[in-house]
């Protein structure tokens, strides 16, 4: 009686459903790990840019070119999320009269 150890092999197919399901899975992880990771120092500069004194136009305008999320109000406080890092770094603007009387970083955890 003779055994035959055979190699025991991917076939093509199962090797494109590892590439189709594997891969993706993979780079969601480093994606969200990257933009998390470094959220904070984006968001930090992006809040340093913002000053005390722009009006309501000035700031739309700032939010537009950065691309973040967020309702600007005319009084109160308007909290502008990145939205690589899902709103996690933001940025906590506080307006009176039209003009912005407050910036600061703001996590939310």
Do not use: W
Request: charged share 15%; aromatic share 8%.
């Amino acid at each position: 009686m003779t055994f035959s150890l055979r190699q025991a092999g991917q076939s093509p197919l199962t090797k494109g459903i590892g590439v189709l399901f594997g891969l993706p899975a993979i780079l969601a992880v480093v994606f969200f790990t990257y933009f998390n990771a470094t959220g904070a120092d984006r968001m930090k500069a992006v809040c340093s840019l913002v000053s005390a004194g722009m009006t309501r136009a000035q700031l739309h305008t700032f939010v537009t070119e950065k691309r973040l999320d967020g309702v600007i109000a005319d009084n109160g406080v308007s909290i502008l999320g990145d939205a690589k890092s899902y709103g996690r770094h933001s940025c906590k603007v506080t307006m009176a009269g039209g003009t912005v009387t407050a910036v600061e970083y703001l996590l939310a955890d």
